[in-house]
């Protein structure tokens, strides 16, 4: 059976796999630990889907952030980490996983929430428009171990 629910950091801790969070990977390691400080410090939540108790996708959400575009504590959420074991892709679990955040997000009374993308990754950009992400708020550039990539901004308001 399916299921849904808001992760523990023992569940993220659980996520040490290839197709999530590799311990070969010095930056994810540390943006791991970054996870769980904020997790612990209620400033974000980590969602999951599993089935049988084994991990099959996660999601984080982010209520504040430094930077105001992406989370404002207000009004503005943040989704970030948004992974489907390979295994399990193609059979609806991202889209079950992303409205059971976005209803999450309406219930703290939040009415927009944004997601980025990878320039070079047109199609993560159409599943997030197909999603109602439609509305472009900023390109930056991000540093990662694999070089500073074009990092989309996209926001969708909810109600």
Do not use: C
């Not at 992303?98 to 599943?127: C, D, W």
């Amino acid at each position: 059976m399916i299921n849904i629910r808001k992760g523990r950091v023992e569940d993220f801790q659980k996520l040490n796999h290839d197709w999530a969070w590799s311990p070969e990977n010095e930056w994810q390691q540390i943006a791991q630990k970054d996870y769980i400080k904020g997790i612990l410090a209620g400033t974000q939540e980590f969602w999951l889907i599993e089935k049988d108790e084994e991990i099959l996708g996660e999601f984080h959400i982010y209520w504040d952030k430094m930077d105001k575009d992406e989370a404002n504590g207000l009004n503005r959420a943040y989704l970030s980490a948004f992974r489907v074991h390979p295994d399990y892709r193609g059979q609806g679990l991202g889209t079950r996983l992303m409205e059971s955040v976005i209803e999450r997000i309406k219930e703290n009374g939040f009415s927009e929430v944004t997601i980025g993308a990878y320039a070079h990754e047109p199609e993560i950009q159409k599943l997030y428009e197909k999603w109602g992400f439609t509305e472009f708020v900023k390109e930056a550039i991000e540093e990662t171990t694999e070089g500073k990539p074009k990092f989309l901004l996209f926001l969708k308001k909810i109600y």
